[in-house]
């Protein structure tokens, strides 16, 4: 008889060969360009040891796939993809406020004109207290599942309780929600007698029409020159870019193309309509500036139409084509890229640290120094007008506007830190709740002010909560941190933005250089 020990050994050498002879079936992978994906969850769903959820797996693989492409292919399962459509589609269905939370309690700043919830009585400065019941105050609720209980299918209600100044115990509201308008222009308004400024936020499928409505009335109020301002503005829908840009345009002078693999060159020229070719035109961009802002800005420059100031924008040159599927998930998938009239693609390279690029900017002095953009000298083009302009890394500014740090001390970063500015701004509105709700020009709010000792205000709200300023502090930081402070209080009146933009572009210095340029 073998010893134990053989027995177990030749077990083991047979079942060795078993997983071998196993391993080493090749399974044809030359159907298609597919195929090993396709047999790969095949294998997995026949022989995994245990049980899987394929549908899961693939959903969990998708996004690798669409990342490892570009950085700007991906994936959107259902929930994403509705809040990504409902962002450009401009409206979204809700109830209709504008609301911040600056001490853990939703604060409403402003209640949309005609919208369900002005319908049952909601006012600025209303604390909502419970969502369907739920307790969302005080209790660290998180900001962004506030929006995801406030807003929800057109025709659905929501009960909210709400805390009124003067009412000692809460208001119960239902409200009904409907469709709410999301405005991509947040402001415009008239910088001096002659100059209008116009604040794009994002391109949506309004934008043009919302341009177009300011650009108007602007111009009945004196404008002869605009300036239009994209920064932060991320882009968003192609052809709003397009609309805008022919606007300043002449006929037959290039915009954009656009060309890729498996999409053959297509430009788009002005068709010669345009209402404002003649008008003066100032573009303001930053670091933040993407896609459709970078289309609008490389138009107005490479067509020496304009002038664009600011800092170098963020450098996005490709085009995504949205792909749409059955359980109403999708992708964006980039089909093209996008050259501006001169030839530039203004793409930035991927690489490793692509999202750090911003930050690489900060490190190599860039944000503060226009001498410290580093430019490819094999992707310079000349303009028309014989003005030099770089492709391979965003739009780079006729004139320069570095990062403001004037004013910047101590004190002012532990009162950013904490959010000061933002709760002192909901306390002093609580204050003069009356007052502000019967603003409705930018002359009564200034006259308002002259009543408050915003400075005093703060100071106080500020060591109340532990914030006190050191000998000289506020004489260097006082002046942001008031203009700051009337901004947020004024979007608790009926001017809204109107109430906020003129008090925060006494501060913007590149505001500043435009005016100083006397563009």
């Known amino acids: 008889m073998l010893p134990t020990i053989l027995v177990l050994a030749l077990c083991a050498v047979v079942l060795f060969r078993v ?36 549908a899961e797996l693939i959903e969990k693989a998708l ?7 570009d950085p700007h292919s991906i994936y959107l399962p259902p929930v994403e993809l509705e809040e990504a459509d409902e962002t450009l589609e401009g409206n979204f269905s809700g109830i209709g406020v504008t609301f911040n939370v ?17 319908k049952v009585g909601l006012l600025a400065g209303d604390r909502i207290i419970t969502i369907d019941s739920d307790t969302v ?38 409200i009904v929600r409907d469709i709410i308008p999301v405005n991509s222009v947040d402001v415009a308004l008239m910088l001096n007698d002659t100059m209008g400024y116009v604040k794009v936020e994002k391109f949506s499928k309004t934008t043009y029409l919302e341009f177009m409505k300011a650009l108007v009335s602007l111009k009945e109020k004196g404008m002869k020159g605009v300036v239009v301002d994209l920064r932060d503005n991320a882009g968003g829908y192609f052809e709003q870019a397009l609309l805008m840009a022919n606007e300043f345009l002449s006929k037959g002078e290039l915009i954009v193309y656009m060309e890729g693999l498996h999409r053959k060159r297509e430009d788009f020229f002005a068709d010669g309509n345009g209402k404002f070719q003649t008008m003066k035109i100032v573009v303001l961009i930053d670091e933040n500036s993407a896609s459709s802002s970078e289309i609008f800005a490389g138009a107005i420059q490479d067509n020496d139409r304009g002038t664009i100031v600011g800092r170098r924008s963020f450098g996005k040159g490709l085009v995504q084509e949205p792909v749409y599927f059955s359980d109403n998930s999708g992708i ?14 203004i793409q930035k390279p991927y690489s490793e640290d692509y999202r750090f690029d911003i930050y690489k900017r900060y490190q190599s002095g860039e944000m503060m120094d226009a001498d410290s953009i580093k430019v490819n000298d094999s992707l310079k083009f000349v303009t028309p007008g014989g003005k030099t302009v770089y492709g391979g890394g965003g739009i780079i500014p006729d004139k320069f506007v570095s990062v403001d740090t004037t004013g910047i001390t101590d004190f002012l970063i532990k009162v950013n830190r904490k959010s000061l500015v933002i709760k002192a701004s909901a306390h002093i509105a609580d204050k003069w709740r009356k007052q502000l709700g019967e603003i ?3 002359e009564q709010l200034k006259a308002l002010y002259s009543k408050i000792d915003f ?19 506020w004489k260097i930081s006082g002046s942001i941190i008031e203009h700051q402070l009337k901004g947020l209080v004024g979007r608790y009146t009926p001017l809204g933005e109107e109430g906020f933009y003129p008090f925060i572009i006494e501060i913007d210095n590149v505001i500043e250089a435009v005016k100083a340029s006397g563009f």
Request: aromatic letters at 6%; one cysteine or more; a positive charge.
């Open 137 to 174: 105050a005080g209790v660290n609720f998180p900001q962004d599942s506030v929006v995801k209980r406030l807003k929800g299918k057109r025709g659905t209600s929501v009960n909210v309780g709400i805390q009124r100044q003067g009412e000692a115990s809460l208001l119960d509201f239902t």
């Open 332 to 345: 964006r998938l980039t089909v093209a890229r996008f050259y501006t009239p001169t030839g530039r693609c």
């Open 19 to 54: 997983c071998v002879r196993s391993s080493n079936r090749r399974l044809d992978v030359s159907g298609s360009k597919w195929s090993k994906l396709l047999l790969v969850l095949d294998q997995i769903d026949k022989n995994y040891v245990d049980s899987v959820d394929i």
């Open 63 to 69: 996004p690798g796939i669409l990342e490892s492409l």
């Open 440 to 442: 409705s020009t930018l």
């Open 455 to 473: 400075k005093q205000e703060f100071l106080s709200f500020a060591a109340a909560n532990g914030v006190v300023p050191a000998s000289g502090e």
């Open 102 to 118: 600056p001490s853990d309690t939703v604060v409403i700043i402003s209640v949309v004109k005609g919208g369900p919830s002005e």
